[in-house]
């Protein structure tokens, strides 16, 4: 796999530096996760191929056992806010002082400097910040944040691995680490790139979901069926869109010109009254092997089995039955192969991980029975 090789300390977070870990965990990479003591369970639920250790950050001893595994690690993520690794001992400095060719992932919301740097935040407020937010919702409603998708995971876990993966790149030619202050206000703007590039194209002159692609054209939204299901249209270029309204057994002449903007509201209408006539399966067949741009809006659990992406097997089930995405994109030569076993107990491996960090056997027996260390073995055998 592309990153095999690569070893990465990921310090246990929220949602974002988890998504960035199994991105480079999917990928080849071996990724210790560290995580606190005295703690019964993991909100981790993107911790595909990890292993855990279990330390305790507020002791020296604790301290100097991550700085070890840092050492003789490539990378080391970390997603707290900004002051608190520095604060434990085990800011860039002290760590790349130690390991000049350590890649020092920093993933926050704000950034590592500016005003906002120290405050608490979450996914809404970092698209809030980007602009992005703004331009997201229906027209007369308020802005309305897609899930924490835009800034936690575009902007946030897989803007920081792509930081992570060049860095990477610079050092097999540098031999030298370097830290990434990775954003999520920065990484979710920058996925944003298209939104203030084509501002001059016209295509957000109206007021939020009013424009072409955020819900305002007709011929770019989504239908109700006569099943309550939905079908997605993104029928834009005229060519696809004489195969929308043929699909749907309208006559272009008894219709207003397509980007004729006043007509937005009566097309709607009209299209919202003929897909109600129908099923999702019903339109699904009608639309199938045509380019009118139109697809079933499927169901999580649905996608598994849609014949498209069956063939391609872009769903997996993992051994505890639960359906995910397949690592993307698909590499040729050396793909991502995602690990199908459970994701590991809080400090499953902190016995295995020490051992092989050049730690003794009774160096290990101490840091247990001082509770600097936890392990977790026994339940994960049962
Ligand atoms: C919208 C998303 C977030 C969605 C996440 C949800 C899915 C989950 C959020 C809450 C979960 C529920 C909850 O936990 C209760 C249940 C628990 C149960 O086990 C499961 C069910 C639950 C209902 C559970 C269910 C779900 O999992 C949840 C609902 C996001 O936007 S995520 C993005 C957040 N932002 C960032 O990541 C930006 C960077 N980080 C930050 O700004 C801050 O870290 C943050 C997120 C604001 C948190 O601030 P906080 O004050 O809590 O921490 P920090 O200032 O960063 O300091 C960390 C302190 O921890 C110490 N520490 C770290 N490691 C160790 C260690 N190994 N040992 C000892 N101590 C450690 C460190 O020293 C710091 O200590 P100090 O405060 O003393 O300096």
Redesign the pocket.
């Known amino acids: 796999m592309a990153l095999a090789g690569v070893r990465v300390i990921e ?7 988890p998504f960035c870990g199994m991105i480079l965990s999917d990928f080849g990479a071996r990724v210790i996760r ?4 005295k703690v ?4 981790d ?1 993107q911790a595909r191929g990890k292993q855990s250790v279990a ?4 002791n020296p001893k ?1 301290v100097a056992v991550l700085k070890k595994l840092c050492v003789q690690s490539d990378v080391v993520l970390e ?3 900004k002051g ?1 690794m520095e ?2 001992g085990l800011g860039p400095e002290d760590l790349l002082k130690e390991n000049p060719r350590l890649i020092y992932a920093r ?3 704000y950034g590592q400097s500016g005003s906002y740097a120290k ?6 407020n ?1 698209l809030a910040m980007s602009g992005l937010l703004s331009m997201l919702g229906r027209t007369s409603e308020k802005p309305y944040a897609p899930l ?1 998708l835009v ?2 995971f575009a902007g ?1 876990g897989l803007m920081c691995a792509f930081g992570i993966v060049l860095a990477l790149l610079e050092r097999s030619r540098s031999g030298r680490g370097q830290i990434i202050d990775a954003s ?1 206000v920065e990484g979710a703007a920058y996925v944003g790139s298209f939104m203030w590039k084509s501002r001059s194209l016209g295509l957000w002159n109206r007021p939020r979901g009013e424009n072409l692609l955020d819900s305002g054209a007709p011929f770019y939204d989504t239908y109700r069926t006569s099943d309550g299901k939905y079908m997605a249209v993104g029928a834009i270029e005229p060519q696809f869109y004489q195969q929308l309204i043929q699909g749907l057994g309208l006559d272009d002449a008894d219709l207003p010109a397509q980007m004729s903007i006043s007509d937005w509201p009566q097309l709607r209408e009209t299209f919202s009254r003929v897909f109600a006539t129908k099923t999702q399966a019903e339109w699904s067949q009608v639309f199938d092997g045509t380019d009118a741009c139109v697809t079933p809006v499927l169901s999580v659990d649905k996608v598994l089995s849609h014949p498209h992406n069956k063939a391609r097997g872009s769903f997996f089930k993992d051994s505890q039955g639960e359906i995910s995405p397949r690592p993307a994109p698909v590499l040729s030569r050396s793909p991502a192969e995602p690990c199908r076993f459970r994701d590991p107990f809080i400090g499953e491996h902190t016995r295995s991980v020490l051992k092989e960090y050049g730690f003794e056997q009774a160096q290990i027996e101490q840091l247990l029975s001082a509770g600097i260390v936890e392990c977790n073995e026994a339940k994960a055998r049962l």
């Open positions: 310090l246990a977070g929220l949602a974002p530096a560290v995580d606190r003591t019964a369970m993991t909100v639920t330390l305790n950050l507020k604790g997603p707290y806010r608190v604060k434990m993933l926050t919301g405050a608490a935040g979450h996914d809404i970092y924490n800034a936690d946030g999520m």
